[in-house]
């Protein structure tokens, strides 16, 4: 019998519609199995900038910092793009991951059979695809400094400092090894290291920590291949090595494969809060409207259930029932297939629910 603190970070657009879809299901698990999930909700991103001027405020990283997990909705939207940088409502992302040391996302793609037209792939190309993208999440472009902006007269130059130290690179490189030792032993590390001395560096260090792992393959391959790759041959990829902005590219290249990035959860760790959100943004154009897959929300809390608090039978319970609601042929619009039973996001998020306390 456990009993959890969640920290609620619902956040803009579509997060708080997919958020409250994935605490009916958590709700749904406590019931089943007698555990007590607490939920304390905190504005973050937008949201905290309409009540506090700040996207990140101070209360809301207390919460977190003092639950077992978090669950991030989404963040964003135009009326918030012409702010300037340091107040956008993305730097609360960036702050959430510094402050809770979250140097390792984890964004698995698996191509489930019942969805298998759903990609705009032939079916050859998808039906056996199962990956993770193993991205290091607090390092390199998007963190390093300086940064900024530069006017001299007429001219205006912006610059941004990419930079990796070995410690950074080996404990990511360690986390994508350990994780392909539990799966199909191949790791797949991403870089630019024809051009780029921190590639260089990564890849270096990569191939040193690769020699405590005899059991698992390691291949290297320039960023633009992989993306090539990852559309020609997307089945190829076990565990998927990158740093934070080619990992960033990487995941949200792989929704294409799953059909819909509503279909795409994630998990952050590396400090002892683990914090877990779907790969989507906001999606502000459909936001109130009862549109949204809230499956990637609702698995994200299925990755919370087994890497924050060890509950590895609930956390397959929850995959189960999504599985057997997709198999009862209902769907959102963006995995709508003929013949089966569009339903929004509030019905989806009753149907797993349900079937979580009757399977």
Request: with cysteine; glycine share 8%; aromatic share 6%.
């Amino acid at each position: 019998m456990g009993n959890f603190q969640i920290a609620l970070l619902p956040g803009d657009g579509v997060g708080p519609e997919v958020v409250r879809q994935a605490v009916k299901v958590l709700e749904a698990v406590g019931r089943r199995f007698g555990h007590t999930f607490r939920f304390r909700e905190a504005p973050v991103g937008g949201a905290a900038l309409e009540q506090t001027d700040n996207p990140l405020p101070p209360e809301t990283l207390r919460l977190c910092q003092s639950s077992d997990a978090v669950l991030l909705g989404a963040v964003g939207g135009p009326k918030w793009d012409d702010l300037p940088s340091g107040r956008r409502p993305e730097k609360a992302l960036l702050g959430l991951r510094k402050e809770l040391r979250l140097f390792a996302n984890l964004r698995p793609a698996r191509v489930r059979p019942l969805l298998v037209d759903v990609s705009p792939l032939k079916r050859p190309y998808v039906e056996s695809v199962d990956l993770v993208v193993v991205r290091e999440l607090t390092g390199g472009i998007y963190f390093g400094t300086p940064r900024g902006w530069h006017q001299e007269g007429a001219l205006r130059s912006a610059f941004n400092t990419l930079v990796y130290n070995n410690l950074e690179v080996e404990r990511i490189a360690r986390k994508a090894f350990e994780l392909a030792r539990l799966r199909r032993k191949k790791v797949t590390s991403v870089d630019k290291a024809n051009i780029l001395e921190c590639s260089q560096l990564w890849r270096k260090v990569v191939t040193e920590v690769s020699r405590d792992y005899q059991d698992v393959t390691l291949n290297h391959i320039y960023i633009d291949n992989c993306v090539m790759q990852l559309m020609a041959r997307p089945s190829q990829f076990d565990v998927i090595l990158a740093d934070n902005m080619f990992g960033d590219i990487l995941s949200d290249a792989a929704a294409i494969l799953t059909g819909s990035i509503g279909m795409l959860p994630s998990a952050s760790l590396g400090g002892k809060v683990g914090l877990y959100e779907p790969v989507h943004g906001s999606a502000p154009d459909i936001a109130g409207q009862d549109l949204a897959n809230p499956i990637a929300t609702i698995e994200s809390a299925s990755l919370m259930l087994a890497h924050s608090f060890g509950l590895h039978r609930e956390a397959a319970a929850v995959e189960t029932a999504v599985d057997v609601i997709l198999g009862s042929n209902y769907r959102t619009m963006d995995i709508l297939q003929e013949g089966c039973t569009r339903v929004g996001t509030a019905e989806m998020g009753d149907l797993i629910a349900r079937k979580m306390e009757t399977s």
